[in-house]
């Protein structure tokens, strides 16, 4: 009722994306949030005397989340496949919401890995099924645009998470970061399930219906559906195990999910997404002390902020693909200037070294969004949900290990070391992608797969 009236109003079928669109960026607000709250949180609970703590526990309240996402991914694959884009959004947001109130009633370290479990487990869910619920309900011009948004919100639910945590007792922050959980819920009630995904499950009056509520009926509409239902004449609704099996292992699932491995192992070794973790102290460390951190640390989430905006702002004109691979050969460049200060120390040449680390954060999480919008687009239809799934579980699983050895390599062998690890793990990574990352842009869903239909790698 309430997009039918809307939509009569502005006679466009767009605001009905848009406004899921704001969900769905709702939901990776306090994904965000999950990302960036441990560092802010280590800090106020080594200080507070009435909580029992350990600072042999930080590695764990920061990585925990980061092992819950990877098999929130996998979950949402799954349960979105079997039951829908929408109606698995609507489910996980209620854990999410007491996952934040058990952290805020948290009087020890199991209770709060409990509660980092449980967002962490729903952030993985929201992470990796936004993009595909939006890439299913959105034009090829508009889907880029749409996916970046995530990134975008994601990213300022980090710097929000950082900003509550630094200037209000972490337990209040808690309850603040429920509230756009629960908006992006009320809005999504009112929303349709997606289209492609009622079509590939065979119901097709409601799909062809969806798909029209979402897109129109203009030419570029009806050629696209037209193509989805013609290849959907030849497929079975739902899979056999055997059948699925044979799926998993065919060119056209393995070579999208080697490429979302790559893809993931180049984002989460270097060292960005890391940074949201141990802000502070990796700061700290670059700089010797000689600027506060928590001001380095604003100063870096704003920097995310505002390389995400410009993707946003600036996606239905970037070559996704030679952008990518771009930016990824700057972020070695810049860590290599990075160490190189580190090692020299020049005097009166710190006002260089952070502008190379506000540029290396930035487009870090350019690379970041980058990423994502990938992952929403080449898998195949019938297991975009568990492909799509797996890949971000791959990312945050790698995540998880960036999280929990780079205190250790820092600790043990020094700042230059970290860099250096982040530094040569990128290189490498790139170098595969250069061959495996397929052009996506402008192609519609359907085209994307059949390219991989073909047994080649659109490069």
């Known amino acids: 009722m309430v997009f039918d009236t809307l939509s009569s109003v502005f006679s466009v079928n767009l605001l009905k994306q848009i406004i899921v669109v704001i969900s769905c960026n709702l939901f990776c607000i306090g994904a965000g949030c999950t990302f960036g709250f441990s560092a802010v949180l280590l800090p106020q609970i080594k200080k507070d005397q009435d909580f029992l703590y350990d600072k042999c526990h930080d590695h764990w309240i920061a990585s925990s989340a980061c092992l819950a996402m990877a098999f929130g991914c996998i979950g949402a694959g799954i349960f979105s496949d079997k039951y829908g884009r929408r109606f698995t959004h609507l489910i996980v947001s209620i854990p999410f919401v007491m996952g934040w109130i058990v952290l805020a009633f948290a009087s020890n ?30 034009s090829p011009t508009n889907r880029p645009l749409f996916i970046f948004s995530l990134s975008l919100s994601g990213t300022g639910g980090i710097l929000l998470g950082h900003i509550l945590g630094g200037y209000l007792n972490w337990r209040v922050s ?41 897109r129109g009926n203009d030419e570029c509409a009806q050629r696209e559906l037209a193509e989805v239902l013609e290849k959907q004449k030849n497929r079975p ?26 893809l993931f192992l180049t984002v989460q070794f270097s060292g960005v997404n890391t940074m949201s973790f141990y802000a502070q102290d990796l700061l700290k460390s670059t700089f010797s002390g000689k600027q506060d951190p928590f001001t380095l640390m604003l100063v870096t989430d704003s920097a995310r ?83 799509s799934g797996i890949g971000a579980s791959c990312s945050f699983f790698l995540l998880f290990l960036s999280v929990n050895i780079t205190p250790g390599i820092m600790t043990s062998y020094g700042i230059i070391a970290t860099y250096s690890m982040f530094a040569i793990l990128s290189f490498f990574g790139l170098l595969f992608l250069y061959f495996l990352l397929p052009h996506t842009d402008g192609k519609t869903l359907q085209e994307i797969e059949n390219n991989y239909d073909k047994n080649k790698v659109v490069v």
């Open 109 to 138: 370290v199991l209770i709060l890995l409990i509660g980092r479990i449980l967002t962490g487990l729903c952030t993985g869910v929201f992470r990796s099924l936004g993009a595909v619920y939006l890439g299913e309900i959105s």
């Open 305 to 387: 902020v505002i390389g995400v905006t410009l993707l946003f702002c600036f996606s239905k004109f970037i070559p996704r693909r030679k952008s990518y691979v771009i930016i990824c050969a700057t972020l070695v460049i810049l860590l290599v200037v990075l160490i190189a200060y580190i090692a020299v120390k020049p005097s009166g040449l710190d006002w260089l070294a952070i502008t190379v680390m506000v540029s290396y954060i930035a487009l870090g999480s350019i690379m970041v969004g980058l990423s994502w919008t990938f992952i929403g687009e080449i898998f195949p239809s019938q297991l975009r949900g568990l492909g």
């Open 237 to 262: 609704p739902n899979l056999t195990f055997k059948e699925g099996l044979r799926a998993m292992f065919s060119k056209v699932f393995m070579i999208p999910l080697l490429t979302a491995f790559l």
């Open 174 to 214: 808690c309850f603040i970061i429920c509230l756009p959980i629960a908006i992006g819920f009320g809005l999504q009630l009112f929303a349709k399930e997606s289209p492609l995904w009622l079509l590939y499950k065979g119901r097709i009056d409601q799909g062809t219906a969806g798909f029209k509520w979402f």
